[in-house]
Each structure stands twice: as structure tokens, then as C-alpha cells.
């Protein structure tokens, strides 16, 4: 019970946070379709952060600035490996991940696995001087 308690307070946070930003956000918002497999996101806050997302699959892309040193002009995607769900068959013919992006960090990246419930967040480094060093990192329930 204190497990469910603690995954729906993030929930209800980011849910409250979103609902604000939008309200404020410039940034064009914008829902895939219910079967769509590719989904694309972005901060609110930022559009530092954009994402393609393999919503069957748990696949993500971050689009970043390939220049080192930055200067935004050679972007490409990097990808960022599932976050690991574990033994059994990934069932890939319904979307069952989502990505939230509650601030302007990477470290405020999360993907939540529908069916289960199951919520990593983004770790690591990356930005326009290194190479991006990114994982996802289950948050524990206790």
C-alpha cells in the first residue's frame, strides 16, 4: 500500500505540474493516436529535451546537437537502450510506455510502463561537450 501511495503521489505531481505548465507553455501541444507506435515529446518548459518514443517497444531517442561543442546546427538522434522490464515477452502490438518530462533536465525524464506501473528516470550525462551517457534507472517502491 505505501508503494502505490508513493508511485501515485509522483503521478499526481507530474499530472498538477503539467496541468500548469501547459496553461503557460508556448510550445505546441499535440496527442498521438491511440495506435500510433511512434510518438514524439517535449518539455513544456524547454525544447531542450525532445523525444521520439517507440511507445510498443520503450525505445527513445533524444535529439541532440551531433557538433561537439554544440551550436545546435548537426542534430541527430541518440539512443537511449529500454529500461530493462524483466523475463517474459514484451507484448509490442499495443503502446505501453509513456515518457513525462517534468523540468529542464535530463534528470527529470521519466517512462512509465503502463501495464505494470513500473517508472524509471532518465540518469546520466549529456549536453553539447560530452557524449551522452544516458540510462534509465528504475525508482524503487518500499
Do not use: C
Not at 28 to 42: I, K, R, W
Not at 62 to 75: H, I, Q, R
Not at 103 to 124: I, K
Amino acid at each position: 500500500m505505501k508503494k502505490f501511495a508513493q508511485v501515485f503521489v509522483v503521478v499526481a505531481v507530474l499530472a498538477g505540474f503539467t496541468l500548469y505548465v501547459t496553461a503557460e507553455s508556448p510550445h505546441q501541444q499535440t496527442t498521438a493516436p491511440v495506435s500510433s507506435t511512434f510518438e514524439l515529446v517535449q518539455g513544456t518548459t524547454t525544447t531542450a529535451i525532445t523525444v521520439r518514443l517507440n511507445r510498443m517497444t520503450g525505445d527513445a531517442w533524444f535529439l541532440m546537437d551531433a557538433k561537439k561543442g554544440g551550436g545546435g546546427t548537426e542534430l541527430s538522434w541518440v539512443k537511449i537502450a529500454p529500461p530493462p522490464l524483466g523475463p517474459g515477452p514484451l507484448k509490442v502490438d499495443v503502446p505501453q510506455f509513456q515518457i513525462y518530462i517534468a523540468g529542464s533536465g535530463f534528470s527529470a525524464v521519466y517512462m512509465l510502463h503502463s501495464p505494470t506501473g513500473r517508472t524509471w528516470v532518465l540518469s546520466g550525462e549529456a549536453g553539447p561537450r560530452v557524449d551522452p551517457k544516458l540510462s534509465w534507472v528504475e525508482i524503487n517502491e518500499r
